[in-house]
């Protein structure tokens, strides 16, 4: 067997791993960990770990990479700044932690940037620059795509979507906002709503079940919430003028029929800007864009690096 790389993605609610063949760029094998909300960082960081031992042991070629994307900010030493949806989890130096339970050195990325480089790389059948990924999932994420590369700002904190305002008198996010997307149309906030609202639900997929019966509360929650969704997208298109926009995550890859209807509602919004016809699909990788990103990152890593070292040994 050649070496290997492993790609993680760390959502709100689970951590998805997948261990990839880096010379013929092929799935061996994936695992999904559930993380409740009360799990601790180190707890989930030893379950990983636990996964990364197993697979090296049982196969021939090293795990010569390791690439993650969180669904928190985090600094560039590794360290978690703000997680919304694991607030236990801010100044948890995950990168260093990693580290010490493997010995093995990581690669850290935003969830969505991951995304958004896994449905370029691998998802899309040509090239489009550029490129809005937006994912829907327990929380609400996005990532420019310029030129083959995600585009991270000045601090590294782009893509923000789920934390823009759609409604200044609303109430706070955990972080430190008002009003934002997430607390609206993420599926904890569908969840969270039909729980206020006396449905008899347990997850947000119970809430899109209930309105494809014929709920009339749930198809409320469902209605608004995809409604401030495509308001979000629409000023994101505003703003940075894609090619086409992909919508992934895991609302999206269960309840593909109700998130298609986005594209015409976004197109509506938009009016008769120029951008009123921009194409707007779903994710051809599904739940496995993330992991797909950290295959395309790590390889793009290694060839930075042999490019490096066949330059010190033309010097």
Same mark, same amino acid.
């Given at each position: 067997?050649?070496?290997?790389?492993?790609?993680?993605? =760390?959502?709100?609610?689970?951590?998805?791993?997948?261990?990839?063949?880096? @010379?013929? =760029?092929?799935? /061996?094998?994936?695992?999904?960990? /559930?993380?409740?909300?009360?799990?601790?960082?180190?707890?989930? &960081?030893?379950?990983?770990? !636990?996964?990364?031992?197993?697979?090296?042991?049982?196969? /021939?070629? #090293? *795990?010569?990479?390791?690439?993650?994307?969180?669904?928190?900010?985090?600094?560039? !030493?590794?360290?978690? *700044?703000?997680?919304?949806?694991?607030?236990?989890?801010?100044?948890?130096?995950?990168?260093?932690?990693?580290?010490?339970?493997?010995?093995?050195?990581?690669?850290?990325?935003?969830? #969505?940037?991951?995304?958004?480089?896994?449905?370029?790389?691998?998802?899309?059948?040509?090239?489009?620059?550029?490129?809005?990924?937006?994912?829907?999932?327990?929380?609400?994420?996005?990532?420019?795509?310029?030129?083959?590369?995600?585009?991270?700002?000045?601090?590294?904190?782009? @893509?923000?979507?789920?934390?823009?305002?759609?409604?200044?008198?609303?109430?706070?996010?955990?972080?430190?906002?008002?009003?934002? %997307?997430?607390?609206?149309? !993420? @599926?904890?906030?569908?969840?969270? +709503?039909?729980?206020? #609202?006396?449905?008899?639900?347990?997850?947000?997929?119970?809430?899109?079940?209930?309105?494809?019966?014929?709920?009339?509360?749930?198809?409320?929650?469902?209605?608004?919430?995809?409604?401030?969704?495509?308001?979000?997208?629409?000023?994101?298109?505003? %703003?940075?003028?894609? &090619?086409?926009?992909?919508?992934?995550?895991? +609302?999206?890859?269960?309840?593909?029929? &109700?998130?298609?209807?986005? /594209?015409?509602?976004?197109?509506?919004?938009?009016?008769?800007?120029?951008?009123?016809?921009?194409?707007?699909?779903?994710?051809?990788?599904?739940?496995?864009?993330?992991?797909? @990103?950290?295959?395309?990152?790590?390889?793009?890593?290694?060839?930075?690096?042999?490019?490096?070292?066949?330059? &010190?040994?033309?010097?």
């Amino acid at each position: 067997m050649t070496e290997a790389l492993v790609s993680i993605d =760390m959502g709100g609610s689970a951590a998805r791993l997948a261990i990839f063949d880096s @010379g013929n =760029m092929t799935l /061996e094998d994936s695992v999904k960990i /559930e993380l409740g909300a009360e799990t601790e960082p180190l707890e989930a &960081v030893a379950q990983i770990a !636990s996964v990364i031992a197993s697979w090296e042991q049982n196969r /021939e070629g #090293a *795990i010569h990479t390791v690439a993650a994307g969180l669904a928190g900010l985090h600094d560039a !030493s590794g360290t978690i *700044i703000t997680w919304p949806n694991r607030p236990a989890w801010n100044g948890f130096p995950f990168r260093e932690a990693f580290t010490s339970a493997t010995g093995k050195p990581l690669i850290l990325f935003d969830d #969505a940037n991951l995304a958004a480089m896994g449905e370029y790389r691998f998802g899309l059948t040509y090239p489009v620059n550029p490129l809005l990924y937006v994912v829907v999932g327990t929380g609400i994420g996005s990532a420019l795509v310029l030129q083959g590369d995600v585009y991270k700002g000045a601090r590294g904190a782009s @893509g923000e979507l789920g934390h823009i305002t759609v409604d200044p008198n609303g109430e706070r996010c955990p972080c430190g906002g008002f009003g934002c %997307l997430q607390l609206y149309a !993420s @599926g904890r906030a569908i969840e969270r +709503m039909a729980m206020a #609202a006396g449905l008899p639900v347990t997850t947000a997929g119970d809430v899109f079940r209930l309105s494809a019966h014929g709920n009339e509360a749930a198809r409320i929650i469902i209605h608004n919430s995809l409604r401030l969704l495509a308001i979000g997208i629409a000023n994101a298109v505003r %703003l940075f003028d894609p &090619v086409s926009v992909v919508i992934g995550g895991g +609302m999206v890859s269960r309840f593909p029929e &109700v998130y298609r209807s986005l /594209e015409k509602t976004i197109q509506l919004i938009l009016g008769t800007l120029p951008q009123k016809n921009v194409q707007v699909s779903l994710s051809v990788l599904g739940d496995d864009a993330a992991l797909w @990103g950290g295959l395309a990152y790590g390889l793009q890593q290694v060839s930075i690096k042999n490019k490096e070292m066949e330059g &010190v040994h033309n010097e």
